[in-house]
């Protein structure tokens, strides 16, 4: 049992070009997040979603698409990259509504 | 909307030492609430959650919890820690974005251990 695992551990992308980030879970899970990580901000809610097919805006959503094509995969895409978007970014799973969340081990991301 | 403040952004707390970190919520309704912790370059790891009921939590790794609702507070403690606790520790609300529950985090608490 893999759990929350996500591809790429690291990447670095050069202003302007686009990316995909992969979240896969082996849980059955069926809410899924995407958040981002700066220093001093805790974690901030990109998008997420509440099953497969479906997605939703979180707190953060300007300058990101996602899709949720399978029930374990939850796909975070970047169109044209912006430093602002340097970031460490987490992908999350959750069995139901008042369960706890379980993370993966994140992706750093820079974007020069 | 919900948000969640932890005031202290680090503590340094003696091995073997007690340990109280703090956490203040506002949310319009009953809370749902999460202490996470993350080592470094590792994902958030859950230690306790509080839904309903006993308002004192227990969680992994000897770490408690109260939920006060006169105080909207959601102190995290331990009566001794030990070196391995040095980590970020994150407090969070459940939170309703358009049916969903994301989480809200405060923005953390670095804890370091003095030997």
């Known amino acids: 049992n893999a759990g929350v695992t996500q591809t790429p551990k690291f990447r670095v992308l050069k202003t302007g070009q686009s990316m995909t980030l992969l979240c896969a879970q082996d849980?059955?899970?069926?809410?899924m997040y995407w958040y981002r990580q700066d220093p001093g901000m805790g974690l901030r809610l990109i998008h997420y979603s509440v099953g497969e097919g479906t997605t939703a805006k979180g707190e953060v959503p300007d300058g990101y698409n996602v899709s949720r094509l399978k029930k374990q995969n939850f796909l975070l895409g970047l169109e044209s990259a912006a430093p602002s978007q340097t970031s460490v970014y987490f992908c999350?799973?959750?069995?139901?509504?008042?369960?706890?969340?379980?993370f993966g081990p994140g992706t750093r991301l820079t974007v020069l | 909307a919900q948000s969640v403040t932890q005031p202290d952004i680090h503590i340094t707390v003696s091995e073997g030492a007690s340990l109280e970190l703090r956490c203040n919520y506002s949310y319009g309704a009953t809370p749902y609430l999460f202490w996470y912790v993350q080592s470094p370059g590792q994902g958030l790891q859950l230690l306790l959650k509080y839904f309903s009921g006993d308002t004192l939590v227990q969680g992994i790794k000897g770490f408690e919890a109260e939920f006060k609702r006169s105080q909207s507070s959601f102190n995290l403690r331990k009566p001794s820690v030990h070196w391995s606790d040095a980590a970020e520790y994150f407090c969070?609300?459940?939170?309703?974005?358009?049916?969903?529950?994301?989480?809200?985090f405060g923005k953390g608490t670095h804890l370091i251990i003095q030997p």
């Open positions: 969070a609300v459940g939170a309703r974005f358009g049916g969903a529950d994301g989480l809200t």
């Open positions: 999350a799973s959750q069995q139901a509504r008042y369960n706890e969340q379980f």
């Open positions: 849980m059955n899970h069926e809410y």
